[in-house]
Structure formats: C-alpha cells, structure tokens
C-alpha cells in the first residue's frame, strides 16, 4: 500500500487542522492505520492509531481530547483532526499502515508503510 499524507500548514496556538493520508491499493480496510510525528531533533513519535477491525480509537495523553483519528474505508482515506493547537504540536506528521495486527501499534517498528510526512507549524 502507498501512502500520501496531506493538509499541513501553518496555524495560531488554539486553531485546527485537519490531515488526510490517502491509501492507494485494495485492501485498506484490512490496515490498521496510525499517525506519527517528529519535531526537529527529535525521535518519532505515536500520535494517534486506530484498528482495522472495529475501529478502535488510541492516543497519546499529550493528545487525548485535542487531537481525532478516524478513516473512511470507502475512501480509503484517515484523518487526523487535530483541535486547540498548541505550539509544541509543531512537527511533520506521518501516516503509517500495518496490516491486520488488531493490535495497538505505539512504535514505529510496528508498521510497515510510510506516507511522506505532511508539516504542521503552531505558532502566533
């Protein structure tokens, strides 16, 4: 499967954004589907998963309540709906895939496809 990440930009602390990964492929609702981030000289890290078979939601604490991931498998598009910004969410974010685990994945050994990274800027 590829992987085609999108809607980054630049936004003020307390705005929102809203990131697309695009799949290419069949078979996408059989991927569990995870966002990353990575700041600069820093690791990467989990963000947000959500599994393939009942669509179960996970976050990292430092997004629980601001941050929502969620798919359309008729799409074959996930979202990252990402609310009151804050300036230490500044990264670019990665879309990744791993197939059929129904596992919740938290590194980034655990899946096997990579989007290209889409930059988030918080900043006023």
């Known amino acids: 499967v590829q992987l085609q990440a999108s809607g980054g930009g630049f936004v003020q602390p307390g705005g929102s954004l809203r990131l697309s990964c695009a799949a290419s492929g069949r078979s996408f609702s059989r991927y569990d589907m995870g966002w990353f981030r990575q700041a600069p000289g820093k690791e990467r890290e989990f963000v947000a998963g959500?599994?393939?078979?009942?669509?179960?939601?996970y976050y990292a604490d430092s997004v629980k309540g601001r941050f929502t991931i969620s798919r359309d498998n008729a799409k074959n598009t996930v979202y990252l709906q990402m609310n009151s910004l804050k300036p230490e969410d500044t990264a670019v974010y990665y879309c990744a895939a791993a197939y059929s685990t129904d596992r919740y994945l938290l590194v980034p050994r655990d899946y096997d496809y990579w989007g290209q990274g889409t930059e988030v800027t918080v900043s006023s």
């Open positions: 959500i599994t393939w078979n009942r669509g179960i939601t």
